[in-house]
């Protein structure tokens, strides 16, 4: 089955660098798995607006563990084959380990063979550091997945899976909840990925690097997500023209980059409208350029670079959440339902548990603090000492023990 994605999937992209999207929807597997049946109710549903009563069949079966992962990554070496990037893969095993190396199989990062294909020739000893390495990414994934994450979802579940019965301020905690859901639990994901595969000595590509600092939505998408963004950029928006291209064009390319992603993410329109948004948050910002810049000059704000920036941040994230609404409601009509509430409707009654809320906001500001000063070196030498590192170790494992929510959550990009 896997090799069958592989070389219908694949072809049909290649073709799509100089042509079009999906040129050949039949031979497309990924396409019939994941999308017949979202293409075939969205042509039904508007066929019946004009009085018909069309009805179409709908397939249920189970989706291969992983398709949307590992497809891309077995289309990204077609590609580059196709491409003389590099030479055709010759070891039928090792290529299999490429397109199915477990830990990174199911929910990335989409690696490229130009990376993870000549690790598997090269020899891997023990390594006492790189092993240790491995491990602590591995138990800061845990802490954000178990700790942070699935605890976190119990108030997002609460709220958008009845957004009727609350307020405004409920849905903005929820919604703010969410962001830092999803983060913890997709980077805490890729966190015991990358360790895992650390330990074993393959070093697999940074996937997230402090999304909600970003200045601007394009500098999201350089830290979200990085293996699909890139992936993204290099064999479909490249293809189209990239920002060669005049304006018009470019913001078409934009747009169809965005709309596609959001369909790679979930045969929703609710995922059609997140990626739109997005595009449409590129056009707005590339055509207001100018504009924003001119304004800032003005009134004074170049003049405190701190504060411009951390205006930008927070403009961005709120810009990133409102995006997050729509990713994560249940249907299209709860996510209006929930923009109109949160920007019409203003109640500020707190209407959720208080506790929860302030102890999961302390864990919120101590991961966000922790990425802040890692890289900083009195930080690292007050660590050095074993005791203290030991005790930071045995602390964290005891609080995932103890505060970890282990009702069986599954990761959230397990869907797509």
Same mark, same amino acid.
Request: charged letters at 15%; glycine letters at 4%.
């Given at each position: 089955?896997?090799?069958?994605? =592989?070389?219908?999937? $694949?072809? +049909? #992209? *290649?073709? !799509?660098? /100089?042509?079009?999207?999906?040129?050949?929807?039949?031979?497309?597997?990924?396409?019939?798995?994941k999308? =017949?049946?979202?293409? $075939?109710? +969205? #042509? *039904?549903? !508007?066929? /019946?607006?004009?009085?018909?009563?069309?009805?179409?069949?709908?397939?249920?079966?189970l989706?291969?563990?992983?398709?949307?992962?590992?497809?891309?990554?077995?289309?990204?070496?077609?590609?580059?084959?196709?491409?003389?990037?590099?030479?055709?893969?010759?070891?039928?095993?090792?290529?299999?380990?490429?397109?199915?190396?477990?830990?990174?199989?199911?929910?990335?990062?989409?690696?490229?063979?130009?990376?993870?294909?000549?690790?598997?020739?090269?020899?891997?000893?023990?390594?006492?550091?790189?092993?240790?390495?491995?491990?602590?990414?591995?138990?800061?994934?845990?802490?954000?997945?178990?700790?942070?994450?699935?605890?976190?979802?119990?108030?997002?579940?609460?709220?958008?899976?009845?957004?009727?019965?609350?307020?405004?301020?409920?849905?903005?905690?929820?919604?703010?909840?969410?962001?830092?859901?999803?983060?913890?639990?997709f980077?805490?994901?890729?966190?015991?990925?990358?360790?895992?595969?650390?330990?074993?000595?393959?070093?697999?590509?940074?996937?997230?690097?402090?999304?909600?600092?970003?200045?601007?939505?394009?500098?999201?998408?350089?830290?979200?997500?990085?293996?699909?963004?890139?992936?993204?950029?290099?064999?479909?928006?490249?293809?189209?023209g990239?920002?060669?291209?005049?304006?018009?064009?470019?913001?078409?390319?934009?747009?169809?980059?965005?709309?596609?992603?959001?369909?790679?993410?979930?045969?929703?329109?609710?995922f059609?409208?997140?990626?739109?948004?997005?595009?449409?948050?590129?056009?707005?910002?590339?055509i207001?350029?100018?504009?924003?810049?001119?304004?800032?000059?003005?009134?004074?704000?170049?003049?405190?670079?701190?504060?411009?920036?951390?205006?930008?941040?927070?403009?961005?994230?709120?810009l990133?959440?409102?995006?997050?609404?729509?990713f994560?409601?249940?249907?299209?009509?709860?996510?209006?339902?929930?923009?109109?509430?949160?920007?019409?409707?203003?109640?500020?009654?707190?209407?959720?548990?208080?506790?929860?809320?302030?102890?999961?906001?302390?864990?919120i500001?101590?991961?966000?603090?922790?990425?802040?000063?890692?890289?900083?070196?009195?930080?690292?030498?007050?660590?050095?000492?074993?005791?203290?590192?030991?005790?930071?170790?045995?602390?964290?494992i005891?609080?995932?023990?103890?505060?970890g929510?282990?009702?069986?959550?599954?990761?959230?990009?397990?869907?797509?």
């Open positions: 089955l896997s090799s069958n994605i =592989f070389i219908c999937a $694949s072809r +049909s #992209f *290649v073709s !799509f660098s /100089n042509i079009s999207l999906f040129s050949s929807p039949k031979r497309s597997i990924l396409f019939f798995f999308y =017949f049946n979202f293409f $075939s109710d +969205s #042509f *039904v549903l !508007f066929i /019946n607006r004009f009085s018909l009563n069309l009805s179409a069949p709908e397939l249920h079966f989706l291969p563990v992983g398709i949307s992962f590992y497809t891309f990554q077995s289309m990204s070496y077609a590609i580059d084959v196709y491409r003389g990037r590099l030479p055709a893969e010759k070891h039928f095993g090792i290529y299999s380990v490429y397109v199915a190396y477990f830990p990174q199989l199911v929910a990335g990062p989409i690696e490229r063979a130009t990376n993870l294909l000549p690790q598997f020739y090269a020899k891997h000893l023990f390594v006492y550091d790189r092993v240790v390495s491995g491990l602590r990414q591995m138990l800061l994934g845990f802490t954000k997945k178990v700790l942070l994450a699935d605890n976190l979802a119990t108030i997002v579940n609460m709220v958008y899976n009845n957004p009727h019965e609350y307020n405004s301020l409920g849905l903005i905690i929820a919604t703010i909840f969410f962001a830092f859901q999803i983060y913890f639990d980077s805490g994901y890729s966190d015991i990925a990358i360790g895992a595969s650390r330990i074993m000595g393959i070093e697999l590509m940074q996937n997230f690097n402090n999304p909600y600092r970003s200045k601007s939505v394009a500098e999201f998408w350089t830290r979200w997500h990085i293996s699909l963004s890139t992936w993204f950029k290099d064999y479909l928006y490249i293809p189209l990239g920002n060669r291209v005049a304006i018009p064009r470019w913001c078409l390319n934009i747009m169809i980059v965005f709309v596609v992603s959001g369909l790679w993410h979930g045969a929703s329109w609710t059609v409208v997140w990626g739109g948004l997005h595009g449409l948050y590129m056009v707005v910002a590339r207001s350029e100018r504009a924003r810049a001119l304004t800032a000059q003005k009134i004074g704000l170049t003049n405190f670079p701190r504060i411009h920036n951390a205006f930008k941040i927070a403009i961005t994230f709120i990133v959440n409102i995006g997050w609404i729509f994560r409601a249940n249907n299209i009509d709860d996510a209006f339902y929930i923009v109109k509430k949160i920007f019409l409707d203003f109640d500020f009654a707190f209407t959720l548990p208080r506790f929860q809320i302030v102890v999961f906001s302390l864990f500001f101590l991961i966000e603090l922790y990425y802040l000063l890692e890289n900083k070196e009195q930080v690292s030498r007050f660590f050095q000492p074993t005791v203290l590192r030991w005790s930071l170790y045995v602390i964290t005891l609080m995932i023990l103890f505060f929510d282990f009702s069986n959550n599954k990761f959230l990009y397990f869907q797509f």
